[in-house]
């Protein structure tokens, strides 16, 4: 379909909401967002009325003299967007792939999700933080230590109760996310991932773009809002059943395990929780993509996500996320040196013997359980990237 500068166009349906700094325009057909400056918005409107665009671009330049404004370029990009239904009366047909009907998790009440998260929700969950810092404070023995994992003698079962802990928790944590979201009466879904080198569960949040912006952060926070209170009923525990060993042992595991993914939502390079709420009280949507390139000066090894687009004003925000970024690298090789090495390398050790064993022995099958759960990791870490790999190529042109 050819564009000329005194094209007549109109769109499909389009939801338009004001955003922190612009306008988040929604495909009502595809559920796809994107962030406009107010000048798009106003082209729209005019394009909708049915204004060529050499008339469309005039008005622009009177009323935005320092921008740049090339209405046969901007017409063009919303074509391929798949955003364009009409031009010079020709119907542009659109294929709306059709989604698996996996329900949204919409069985979930929203009543339960304001049960949890509401007015005071936030309050709420912050004094428990402070709880949790308080306790570690007057109580430096509840401080999580690598070698609270070795509950145990044997390493299968340290590994299959840590690992079940863990998975537990994480599922709770998303179980955040989603009455949170429920909340707002938004459906959602919850799929494997990965954070880098880390295989993660993730909530679908593509939906918190059509709230208004002081709204989404009680949704990317409230998965770590059930950590904390995992976190603060952990270390009751301790100081409540201090005679019980078995009791104790567990809450440990629980503490380290929370305590490690709280922390590691401040590697905001991973885009965490977060680094989405960076994002979202900025204003700035793409801090990630600009953050790497303006580091990528000084560290040229640094990989980037492609193309970056910054909107007028956004270059002063660039600076101080790429001071979270570096913040986050160094958080990670925090975690890394106390916990994450430590952990393996003493683990290591403690097995490695059995090796030696006959294969009748629990302690061969304690030793090549441990090592085939790196196996297991790596498979499921392979698996997440390759589901990315193919929906990158899915959205590529043919």
């Known amino acids: 379909m050819v564009i000329t500068k005194h094209s007549r166009i109109s769109l499909y349906p389009l939801q338009i909401n004001k955003d922190k700094n612009h306008f988040i325009v929604e495909d009502k057909l595809t ?29 622009l330049k009177e009323r935005y003299p320092d921008e740049q404004v090339d209405m046969q370029n901007f017409a063009v990009d919303l074509l391929e967007l798949g955003l364009v239904k009409i031009v010079d009366g020709n119907v542009i047909p659109k294929e709306v792939e059709k989604k698996k009907n996996n329900g949204g998790l ?40 690598y070698d609270d994992v070795f509950l145990f003698d044997l390493m299968i079962y340290n590994i299959l109760v840590f690992l079940s802990i863990s998975f537990i928790f994480v599922v709770v944590h998303e179980i955040g996310h989603v009455l949170a979201i429920r909340a707002e009466g938004l459906p959602t879904k919850i799929e494997l991932g990965h954070r880098l080198f880390f295989v993660v ?21 409230a998965g770590m809002y059930f950590d904390v209170s995992v976190l603060f009923l952990a270390l009751l ?35 965490t929780d977060l680094y989405y709420v960076l994002e979202n009280f900025s204003g700035c949507y793409n801090l990630m993509e600009n953050g790497q390139m303006f580091l990528k000066r000084w560290i040229p090894f640094l990989p980037t996500n492609g193309k970056t687009a910054t909107f007028k004003g956004e270059d002063k925000l660039v600076r101080p996320y790429a001071v979270f970024y570096l913040f986050g690298v160094l958080v990670t090789i925090t975690i890394a040196i106390f ?21 009748s022995s629990i302690y061969f099958w304690d030793a090549t359980v441990f090592f085939l759960q790196f196996i297991l990791m790596f498979g499921l870490l392979a698996y997440s990237w390759s ?12």
């Not at 569960?201 to 926070?221: A, C, F, G, I, Q």
């Not at 193919?390 to 042109?397: A, G, S």
Request: glycine letters at 4%; aromatic letters at 16%.
């Open 106 to 145: 919409e069985w979930i009440p929203a009543s339960l999700g304001h049960f949890f998260f509401n007015t005071y929700s936030s309050i709420f969950y912050s004094l428990i933080l402070l709880g949790s810092i308080i306790l570690f404070a007057f109580n430096p023995s509840l401080f999580p230590v």
């Open 387 to 398: 589901k990315k790999y193919r929906k990158k190529q899915k959205r590529q042109p043919v």
């Open 31 to 59: 559920g796809e967002f994107y962030e406009m400056p107010e000048i798009c918005i106003e082209a729209i409107a005019m394009m909708n009325e049915g204004q060529p665009l050499d008339l469309v671009e005039e008005i």
């Open 201 to 221: 569960l993730e909530t679908d949040m593509s939906r918190v773009w059509s709230l208004e912006p002081k709204k989404r952060n009680r949704l990317y926070l």
């Open 339 to 359: 916990y994450n090495f430590p952990l393996i390398i003493h683990a290591g050790i403690l097995v490695s013997p059995g090796f030696l064993e006959p294969v």
């Open 237 to 271: 525990v301790q100081l409540l059943f201090v005679d019980h060993f078995l009791i104790v042992g567990i809450a440990k595991m629980v503490v380290i395990s929370t305590f490690i993914r709280i922390v590691y939502q401040f590697c905001v390079y991973m885009k």
